[in-house]
């Protein structure tokens, strides 16, 4: 048994849907714009992994719950990419993201954590 997808709440998700897929390289799966409908799969193609669905926040204990993550500094997501250190030096030189946590190597790998603009912290691990 695996995961094929899983939600992830965001307060906007077109905003969401930029930045998953301009910054990080997230490919469409099913987009349907009007509907609010973002389903993402890794940039490596659907097969090589679990897809997110960008869910709106529709009530306030969703909303509630998504703000007490934030701000308790709890990652919503853990992703990996082949080597931390490189897309950590990429986000870096953006200049626009936000970094929870800086390149850390710990017992569980190589990692850091940055914010995705839509109420989200993100655990990216050389994986």
């Known amino acids: 048994m695996r995961i094929i997808v899983t939600g992830?709440?965001?307060?906007?998700?077109?905003?969401?849907?930029?930045?998953?897929?301009?910054?990080?390289?997230?490919?469409d799966v099913l987009v349907v714009p009007d509907k609010d409908l973002f389903i993402l799969g890794p940039s490596t193609g659907w097969e090589m992994g679990c897809?997110?669905?960008?869910?709106?926040?529709?009530?306030?204990?969703?909303?509630?719950?998504?703000?007490?993550?934030?701000?308790?500094?709890?990652?919503?997501v853990m992703l990996g990419v082949n080597d931390a250190e490189d897309e950590y030096r990429r986000l870096k030189a953006r200049g626009?993201?936000?970094?929870?946590?800086?390149?850390?190597?710990?017992a569980i790998g190589l990692h850091f954590q940055i914010e995705d603009t839509v109420g989200n912290i993100l655990s990216i691990h050389t994986a």
Request: charged share 30%.
């Open 51 to 76: 897809q997110i669905n960008l869910e709106p926040i529709e009530d306030e204990v969703t909303r509630a719950y998504c703000e007490h993550q934030l701000r308790e500094g709890r990652a919503s």
């Open 96 to 106: 626009d993201i936000v970094f929870r946590e800086e390149l850390t190597q710990d």
């Open 8 to 27: 992830l709440y965001v307060d906007d998700p077109h905003k969401a849907y930029a930045f998953y897929t301009q910054v990080l390289g997230f490919r």
